[in-house]
């Protein structure tokens, strides 16, 4: 991952509902190690005492000690899983909306329930804090500058808002008259917000706060999601097209001819970006059928042109925009919650292999997972959304955070 602060742009979710089992416990099997060495040591007896007969006690004791030493230990290497850490019980629309991670202990969750609640991260710990949310407000993105500066972007209806993590408390930091799809915090002074798809109209476009002021930037009109690399080196999404800014102004390149093929009763378009490196840009496309969505692509670029890496199909995904998160060495973890009682996937892309789905407690017909976010300097992740009642999103809805690591 290219710096330490993790591009989240997280969406608004669909109610969804969970069972409030406890988290699976994996066990190593038993080797049976103590019963082979006492096995050996019985066979070990009974061979001295038969050469001590013939007078050969010297080489009895010598097998016997090399009978009796125990058999090299058998281990076993930790596998990787993802484990929840954390359940919430916030009525039936609950469930983490976005989750970031600030430094290897630190982080934030936001659950939506009736009214948005913020959960705050400490090591093993997740507590709850005062957070000023409004009720049917959704937190979609969350980013953070330092551990005492941290951001969340809420949706709601025409709505949205900025909110800001002072150390000490949360306030409301300016609000706006569309809705935010995306968000990325650069810097305290470097702040960017995007709109999201299927707004009426031009939507929110892009807006920047350079530590005083907001000022919507004139040709980052129709732009959604967004991910930084550095203050001048800055991807989003629109519609068929990616877009850069370079410091100064955003340009856009066409990719329709990546994208799932236009038909009646569907809408390609791209709904997330993520960038790695300046030669690891990864963008996602929906076919966008209507009944079922998908399919779902991933497009690549490598720092000279774009192609189709990997496609699959996985449903609509989070709506309105795509989140995506490193997996920390050169990959991507990416949610596909599934919408009206579809299935619930979290796909892990590894460059040059075809999509990967993910081990999840429940099954994917019994959670959603809705953001992901890696530890920095590891391979570890966070994660969040809703447990449910098998095949019935809505019902007994925990919202739940997990953990991924060995």
Known sequence: MPSSRPDLNASVRQPGSARGHQPRVRTCPDTGRGAARRAVRRAGTVIIAALA????????????????????????????????????????????????AVGRTGGWAFNQGTVPTAWRRSGSTWTQLPFPGKPNEVVVAAGAASPADVWAFTAAGVQSRALRWNGRSWTVQRSFAQQIGGAVVISP??????????????????????????????????????????????????????AHWNGSAWSR???????????????????????????????????????????????????????????????????????????????????????????????????????????????????SIEAVALIPGSTDLLAGGDTHASDKPGTNVVAVLLQYGS
């Open 53 to 100: 007969l013939t007078g050969l006690a010297f080489t009895s004791a010598a097998s016997s000690s090399a009978l009796a030493a125990p058999a090299p230990a058998t281990t076993h290497p930790a596998v990787p899983a993802w484990d929840i850490v954390k359940q919430v019980h916030n009525g039936p629309f609950g469930g983490f909306t976005a989750v970031i």
């Open 189 to 242: 002074s470097d702040i960017w917000v995007f709109g999201q798809p299927y707004f009426p109209g031009p939507g929110l476009g892009a807006w920047h706060y350079n530590g005083h002021t907001w000022s919507q930037v004139a040709s980052g009109r129709g732009l959604q999601g967004g991910s930084a690399l550095a203050a001048n080196n800055i991807w989003a999404v629109d519609g068929s097209d990616i």
């Open 253 to 367: 390149t066409s990719v329709s001819h990546l994208l799932p093929a236009k038909q009646e009763l569907n809408g390609p378009m791209l709904t997330g970006i993520f960038a790695q490196s300046a030669h690891s840009v990864y963008a996602i496309g929906n076919g966008g059928r209507q009944d079922e969505g998908g399919p779902l692509v991933i497009l690549h670029w490598n720092g000279h042109q774009w192609f189709k890496a990997a496609e699959g199909n996985y449903g609509f995904g989070t709506q309105p925009l795509q989140q995506a998160s490193s997996d920390g060495h050169g990959g991507l973890w990416l949610p596909m919650p599934g919408a009206d009682g579809q299935k619930s996937y979290l796909l892990h892309y590894t460059p040059g292999r075809p999509l990967a789905e993910a081990s999840l407690p429940y099954g994917p017909n019994g959670i």
